[in-house]
């Protein structure tokens, strides 16, 4: 059976706590599907934001929200042992309760490089990571050695007070491997930010299976055209500088299908190291984002780009919103969006 069409938020983790869980509230009140905690890195200090971890503030996203469901869209299974992924992902199902918590690994790479780990061999350790996490929190006995980790664990006694929910797992790729991995072992597979159509039917080439595409799309909403789509350049700017700063190679294919070339993004990346987010958004021109396919503009804007979305194979919408008056626009999406996909 097809998983079914969602659409939620992606929730960058660089916010004041308060703010991320005022955000939260209004995404469950709004009718959202899901909330992905993007796990910020300390690279983000350059530009006046502090990284937060996902895997706390998802509990507390838990505790806030009543039909949410809280995703880890992503954290890197280079920064915690399997085992404690495992650890964590009991809090946030205890605090969540049945069937609100998925679970998302992902490479990470800028990440990597702010903790000097950086490794070539990525495949072996993401199929270690989903098999111990899996194996843990599925409650048997449990031995594995495996490329990078090994797990001793005993069984979880019939006694003991703990969720039994194996949630469901998705990895986060970019590259043809990893997204076939995906396609393999998980329940689902994540796209990076700038992803447009093009490149959600790249990722279904090399997914090969029948499991949630859930896509990071950049995002904003008004009922004035120029304003809706004025207020997807910044998150836009600070994605695009990222690409050109942090992870050039994997993101070739990426900027490839949206027609984007390094030398047309680097002026947004030098905006934005030299002047933050809002030098970099006024180097968003029309043309480049148009070639991003954002989900922006007027709430019929909106409906016509997650159809695009959706009929290129995305299942999972995740709208990467910013900026000002965020709130009315989930707000906005809400009313005038999510019914038509219900």
Request: with cysteine; proline share 6%; charged share 25%.
């Amino acid at each position: 059976m097809p998983p079914p069409f969602r659409i939620g938020v992606m929730q960058l983790t660089m916010e004041p706590l308060e703010e991320m869980l005022e955000s939260a509230r209004v995404m469950d009140e709004a009718g959202m599907d899901t909330i992905w905690l993007a796990e910020a890195y300390p690279w983000w200090r350059k530009h006046g934001m502090e990284a937060r971890s996902s895997t706390v503030v998802s509990a507390l996203v838990a505790r806030e929200t009543k039909r949410l469901t809280i995703g880890w869209g992503i954290i890197s299974p280079f920064t915690r042992h399997p085992v404690q992924v495992a650890m964590d992902a009991r809090v946030v199902q205890e605090a969540a309760g049945p069937g609100r918590f998925l679970l998302g690994f992902g490479t990470s790479k800028i990440f990597l490089n702010n903790i000097k780990a950086q490794t070539k061999k990525t495949l072996g350790p993401m199929r270690d990571a989903v098999t111990i996490v899996r194996g843990v929190l599925g409650g048997d006995a449990f031995e594995y050695e495996g490329e990078t980790w090994n797990a001793s664990v005993p069984a979880l006694q019939e006694e003991a007070h703990s969720p039994r929910e194996v949630p469901p797992v998705y990895i986060a790729a970019t590259a043809p491997k990893m997204q076939a991995l995906a396609g393999e072992i998980a329940d689902g597979c994540l796209t990076p930010s700038i992803t447009t159509p093009a490149f959600v039917r790249y990722t279904l080439e090399h997914v090969a299976a029948d499991i949630d595409i859930g896509c990071t799309v950049v995002a904003s909403i008004d009922e004035d055209r120029d304003r809706g789509r004025d207020g997807a350049r910044e998150i836009a700017g600070m994605y695009l500088a990222n690409k050109v700063q942090n992870i050039q190679g994997s993101a070739d294919t990426l900027l490839d299908l949206a027609g984007l070339e390094q030398d047309e993004i680097r002026p947004v990346a030098e905006a934005m190291e030299q002047g933050g987010r809002l030098a970099a958004k006024a180097k968003v021109t029309d043309e480049i984002l148009d070639k991003c396919k954002p989900i922006a503009g007027t709430p019929s804007d909106c409906i016509e780009a997650i159809e695009e979305y959706r009929d290129a194979g995305c299942t999972h919408v995740m709208l990467e919103l910013w900026g000002e008056k965020r709130h009315e626009q989930i707000r906005l999406f809400g009313e005038k969006v999510l019914p038509h996909f219900r």
